[in-house]
């Protein structure tokens, strides 16, 4: 995508290309080739692939990143159970090991496919692309994307999800997304799970929590929750209607969305070109 | 730990392009990275070595270019340095500012040394 559509080109390398300097010769006589392609060009092809895999289902794809133990699957097993009803989903989870979380979700009577990575510290675009095949995308309205407990790897590779959640347990202390910036700054929804811990935990500052993410420059909403007594589901659920809504009406009208960080990234580049 | 998965996907990417150009070696990879692209240079270096073996890059140098961290404030207009967790406006101090550089992840440009027969006389 990127290499075609010129995003990359700004004022500060445009003449490499424009003025014949995309092959200059050096002294010792090779030549050098300017590329300015993203490294992950090839998975970003895949996701983008991925996308209109999602988009011509009319599905809603969201990905959720964490750390391991963050209450992913838990989060994902009461949502499966409060609106089983209203919407038909799917889930893919990643591990590195183990079926055990796809039969957690199977036991809620959704289909799930797990993708166990080996020694992979993280999901990328093929892996999903493999998984898609094995599920009938036709019979879901919303497919959740469990990506490998992780809080830095997950970050740097676009599944072609429409959404990233980032969860951050109380256990985990509020300044974790000082300390890991990059999967914060992907969020499009913050989630601060097992909240009904915090009658035990005298050091997290809710807060605080959120002013760190403020810090990453991200707008989106941070909502305390728990999967165990209920508390913040209305808001997150309210939140996933919207976007149900928001995904049929940009099907509607042909367009689709890149997660958060991606978009804002393009459109960066898109303006560096003015 | 997902750099040497980043490596493999760029020296995929240094083939194509050296098979287009019809060389023979590449001498010199490029690339620009930012704070926030989450890749870390030191670790992809290491992970280069090992990935680069048996490739057309085998030989190569790789140079990381770092990215300072900018970001532009979406209510004062002001443009800032930041640091990775502090990316709020160094101005007004409101937080909903925008990332001007600082997570580029970019192959920059590959140095090779072209097939010895003469340039140009290809049927491209």
Known sequence: ?274 | MHELSICQAMLTQVEEIAQREHASQVTRILIRIGPLSGVVPELLQQAFTIARAGSVAASAELETELQSIRVRCQQCGAECDAETNRLICCECGDFRTQLISGDELLLASVELTREPEEEGTGDD
């Open chain 1, 1 to 274: 995508m990127c290499d075609t559509c010129g995003c990359n080109i700004t004022d500060g390398n445009r003449h490499l290309i424009e003025e014949g300097g995309k092959h200059a010769h050096t002294d010792d006589g090779s030549v050098a080739v300017e590329v300015l392609q993203n490294l992950l060009n090839a998975n970003d092809h895949q996701a983008a692939h991925n996308r209109e895999h999602f988009d011509r289902h009319q599905l809603l794809t969201i990905n959720l990143m964490s750390s391991p133990g963050s209450g992913k699957t838990r989060l994902l097993e009461t949502t499966i159970d409060t609106i089983k009803k209203r919407y038909r989903m799917g889930v893919i989870e990643g591990d590195l090991e183990t079926e055990n979380d796809a039969q957690r979700i199977r036991q809620k009577g959704v289909e799930a496919v797990q993708i166990t990575t080996g020694t992979a510290c993280h999901l990328d675009a093929h892996m999903i692309h493999h998984a898609l095949h094995q599920m009938n995308l036709d019979e879901l309205d919303i497919l959740f994307i469990e990506n490998v407990g992780n809080l830095v790897c997950p970050a740097s590779f676009d599944l072609g999800q429409h959404l990233n959640i980032t969860l951050l347990s109380v256990t985990e202390g509020d300044d974790k997304p000082a300390k890991y910036p990059v999967i914060f700054r992907a969020a499009d929804h913050v989630l601060i799970t097992k909240s009904d811990l915090l009658v035990m935990l005298d050091d997290f500052n809710t807060e605080k929590a959120e002013q760190a993410v403020r810090h990453l420059a991200v707008e989106a909403p941070v909502t305390l929750i728990s999967a165990k007594n209920g508390e913040g589901f209305e808001t997150w659920l309210t939140w996933l209607d919207e976007q149900v809504q928001k995904q049929a009406e940009r099907r509607a009208k042909g367009e689709t969305t890149n997660p958060k960080l991606q978009t804002e990234g393009i459109h960066m580049h898109a303006q560096d070109t003015r």
